[in-house]
């Protein structure tokens, strides 16, 4: 078994750019280990996304609007067989 290693960031890169989301900006504020925010151009009314690390391998993600209402939220948990695999990330990239 591969020593995977997930962080919020990594898993927010993945879903915006399997969603088809333009990074606009991102928050340095927010970016860490546990949290990554992104500001992207609008698509179906979505302005950020924010995502956050609940466990080793659980992570939601947010989905807000111009006026900071949330839009959707979706959670992935990468210890389940059935997610699908993540491109992974070494904690010093």
Do not use: H
Request: glycine share 4%; with cysteine.
């Amino acid at each position: 078994m591969s020593n995977t290693f997930y962080s919020a960031q990594s898993v927010l890169k993945n879903y915006v750019t399997d969603n088809g989301y333009t990074v606009t900006q991102q928050s340095m504020y927010f970016s860490g280990a546990k949290y990554s925010k992104m500001w992207v151009v609008e698509k179906n009314g979505v302005t950020s996304l924010l995502c956050c690390q609940r466990t080793r391998t659980m992570f939601e993600i947010f989905g807000y609007n111009s006026d900071y209402s949330e839009i959707f939220r979706t959670s992935f948990d990468y210890a389940d067989v059935n997610t699908p695999p993540l491109a992974v990330e070494s904690p010093a990239e």
